[in-house]
């Protein structure tokens, strides 16, 4: 599919006229030195953006862009275990719009975002989240999908349908231990939905405004983005006890009605978003799925002045058909004897402060905190404007929290980032 991506992005760029073409692009030095003991570089080399767009006429254009990765070391799971230097060609975007009266299409790689809360978006099901990499810029921890986007504008009113035929899941950082119980872990290949067209994900979602609000409902029938982690014995042919435990990740359907509102008073706007999770799990009988829950986000957004604003944003689940007795019961039925279950209803927020003192200077700070865990994540960043097209940022991903909290479990990949970009 990447290849296939490329050559259809060349073949548009031989064939359309030189001075018809539109080129961009950026070059970036980034280094992302691990946080944790001994401090190794998780990432360090070179990225290279070329881009290009063309207007073949008032009713179609095309857009490409194109990443060259070059990067001295590499991981897959900890620090301390690079990978030799390794070269990347890979297409970030590469699509067709076509315009009708009243009807937009775009065909192609791309990044379709759901929601208006900041940050934490219960209804943002379709782009998944690179949650390794996690920087200053929204292409570094998103991962577009080949879709199908087609927008209709009746009245007040933006209708849109989305296609994906190909499922792409989050990237998380995610490393199992090599022995339990002094059993062997086998971790299979994670188990996939193929293409076929019962596999395909769609959505619709309406926007419009009333009152002064501007509101959207949603509903979205695909897969889960995160998976289902299933633990089990193998048992050799002929044998009475295992000789190896077997962690595999499966992807499950769901289906997500969703809802969002936003309306602005001078300096504050107040917002919101909620989504109901129909799982495939609809008894709570099954400990490896998570149950139908329901999500959401209330928060607002306050400008003290040009250059200072703040977010702030409280977030609620609630888990239905659930109870942590029945949990501990079918965990220990399965051979899980650990006593730790999920709550029913679980409560975080969110924030971002966003400070500029000066055209030169750009500070943010992006936080999430789970109140039962009492774990956080942290993300500073600091973007400076050296001179025309040349920024330089710094900044961290910082998780903290208990050993068992959510993002506890991943301080290991707490790191720092430094880049430098060159845009032109």
């Known amino acids: 599919m990447r290849a296939l991506s490329i050559i259809l992005a060349l073949i548009f760029a031989s064939a359309a006229p030189a001075q018809e073409l539109h080129w961009s692009g950026y070059v970036k030095f980034f280094a992302y030195p691990n946080l944790n003991p001994p401090y190794l570089l998780d990432r360090y080399g070179t990225r290279v953006q070329l881009a290009l767009s063309h207007s073949v006429s008032e009713r179609a254009n095309f857009y490409a862009a194109v990443n060259v990765n070059l990067e001295e070391n590499r991981t897959t799971g900890l620090a301390s275990e690079p990978r030799s230097a390794i070269t990347e060609i890979y297409p970030v975007e590469v699509y067709i719009d076509l315009h009708w009266e009243n009807v937009d299409l775009r065909l192609g790689k791309q990044f379709i975002f759901w929601g208006r ?75 996939l939905p193929d293409s076929r067209l019962k596999n395909w994900q769609f959505g619709l979602k309406a926007d419009s405004y009333l009152a002064g609000f501007d509101f959207s409902l949603s509903y979205w029938q695909g897969f889960d983005l995160f998976p289902s982690l299933y633990v089990s014995a193998r048992v050799p042919e002929g044998g009475l006890f295992p000789d190896a435990l077997v962690f595999q990740q499966r992807f499950h359907r769901v289906r997500v009605l969703g809802a969002d509102f936003s309306r602005s008073f001078d300096r504050l706007a107040i917002k919101g978003e909620a989504a109901y999770f129909r799982t495939e799990d609809r008894t709570g009988d099954n400990i490896f799925i998570k149950n139908a829950h329901l999500r959401y986000v209330v928060g607002m957004d306050y400008n003290f002045s040009d250059r200072l604003s703040a977010n702030l944003q409280f977030v609620q689940e609630i888990l239905f058909d659930y109870s942590a007795d029945r949990e501990r019961r079918l965990r220990q039925a399965a051979g899980d004897p650990s006593p730790d279950v999920a709550d029913r209803i679980t409560n975080s927020a969110s924030t971002r402060l966003h400070y500029s003192p000066s055209d030169f200077w750009d500070l943010q700070l992006i936080g999430v905190f789970n109140f039962a865990d009492r774990d956080v994540f942290l993300l500073p960043i600091i973007n400076y404007s050296f001179a025309d097209g040349l920024n330089i940022y710094a900044g961290a991903t910082l998780f903290r929290g208990p050993a068992n909290s959510p993002f506890g479990r991943n301080k290991k990949y707490s790191r720092a980032f430094f880049e430098v970009k060159y845009s032109f």
């Open 117 to 191: 809360a900041d940050w934490v978006n219960p209804t943002d099901n379709i782009t998944p989240w690179d949650f390794v990499n996690i920087t200053a810029e929204l292409e570094d921890y998103r991962l577009p999908v080949s879709a199908l986007r087609l927008d209709m504008f009746p009245g007040n009113w933006n209708l849109q349908f989305v296609l994906v035929p190909f499922f792409k899941p989050n990237r998380i950082p995610m490393r199992f231990p090599d022995s339990v119980g002094g059993l062997p872990v086998l971790q299979p290949p994670a188990d």
